[in-house]
């Protein structure tokens, strides 16, 4: 609690304490169509810094544009046996949707505990997959996947070295498995539901639960985290997928965010050297035709370079400014395939919208190339 006096100082000296009314509201800041808002910043990185993503799908996106603009990204260093082929993103078999998913696998990197082999799932024809990476990570036998593990936990203790770590919150609906006490990453194969189904249970997190897993993270990270090591929290703006609870998807989305943002809050609010960055808050108040892409769950490639280029300005990485997107439209007027898409457009959001649509289509062009090309190599 604070004074009343405290309280109105507080507002004066806040350049963003008004929702509609005077410079930097927010209502002048949406009318821009892109929002970053300010979250807590209590450090500023070096441009040689090193960072480390973990955590859900937006974790892919972090750090596929803090290498473009130059940054030291050390969580896309893998040398790890064959991860598969299904996945776009080579990265994307490390993404961690719940913060009990980080929790363990830093316990397993840090050596805490150990990764055991019943928590290896059985497939057909002897072979087995590891939950607790992505489906799309491959199946083998379990002495090839428990040879992987290692690897695998040598990826993930690179977080401890790293200048900076960005945890990426990204939902609260789980499967447990009851013979290990695991919480699964995704929810079991329907073939395995079917066999095996009294092996497993769901589970939602509390609030209180999602902030515990959050104090054993952040203190995983001080004990076997370098010295001075800085850390970043944020949640991601990529919707539940799918909920196995009774409530519409769009109330199980909201609770899911809304309880991931309160606990990070709470977490930054109460850590030295641990900050709160809104890439939520940035997405889900930007103009809906340039935050995502037409799926209306993954984040436009716009939206994230946006973002993400904010963040290195604001944290001292770089010197270069977002680009502005008013110019960047200027500059487009003498394009054939603009003034094409302004005629047919009936207004400027159907044409902002069909803007963003081109850009996500050769953006995720790229992703697939990537993909063919990871499997060339290991064909040649």
């Not at 992505?134 to 090839?144: H, L, M, P, V, Y």
């Not at 690897?151 to 939902?171: C, I, K, M, N």
């Not at 436009?300 to 993400?308: L, N, R, T």
């Not at 009936?346 to 063919?372: F, S």
Request: glycine share 6%; hydrophobic share 40%.
């Amino acid at each position: 609690m604070i004074s009343a006096k405290e309280a109105l100082d507080l507002s004066r000296t806040n350049a963003h304490d008004r929702w509609s009314k005077g410079d930097g509201s927010a209502a002048e800041r949406i009318e821009d169509r892109i929002i970053v808002p300010l979250g807590k910043q209590s450090f500023s990185a070096k441009p040689d810094d090193t960072f480390f993503a973990i955590g859900s799908c937006f974790a892919r996106n972090v750090e596929e544009r803090l290498q473009q603009a130059g940054a030291t990204v050390t969580s896309l260093n893998i040398k790890v046996r064959d991860l598969g082929d299904q996945s776009a993103r080579e990265g994307g078999v490390f993404n961690k949707y719940t913060p009990t998913s980080i929790l363990q696998e830093l316990k397993w990197a840090a050596g805490i505990e150990a990764y055991p082999e019943a928590a290896l799932l059985p497939l057909a024809g002897g072979f087995f997959y590891d939950p607790y990476l992505s489906g799309k990570a491959g199946r083998d036998t379990a002495e090839e996947l428990m040879a992987r593990r290692e690897e695998v936990r040598q990826y993930f203790a690179q977080a401890f070295e790293a200048d900076v770590v960005v945890l990426t919150l990204g939902l609260i609906e789980s499967w447990i498995d009851t013979v290990t006490g695991l919480h699964l990453n995704e929810a079991p194969s329907p073939k395995l539901l079917a066999r095996d189904g009294d092996r497993f249970a769901f589970h939602r997190f509390s609030l209180e639960e999602v902030e515990a897993a959050l104090e054993e993270i952040r203190t995983i990270l001080e004990t076997h985290g370098k010295p001075g090591q800085k850390r970043i929290v944020t949640v991601s703006p990529v919707p539940l997928g799918r909920t196995f609870t009774d409530e519409d998807i769009v109330i199980a989305n909201m609770t899911s965010k809304s309880t991931l943002r309160v606990a990070a809050m709470r977490l930054a609010e109460r850590t030295e050297s641990m900050d709160y960055f809104p890439s939520y808050e940035a997405v889900v108040t930007s103009d809906p035709a340039l935050s995502w892409q037409r799926d209306r769950r993954h984040v436009s490639d716009v939206v994230v370079g946006q973002i993400i280029q904010t963040f290195l300005v604001r944290y001292g990485v770089s010197d270069q400014p977002p680009v502005d997107l008013t110019e960047a439209v200027a500059a487009l007027e003498n394009d054939e395939s603009y003034q094409k898409w302004a005629a047919e457009a009936e207004d400027p959001t159907m044409l902002l919208a069909r803007m963003n649509q081109e850009v996500n289509k050769y953006k995720n062009m790229v992703i697939r190339l990537q993909k063919d090309l990871r499997q060339q190599r290991k064909s040649a």
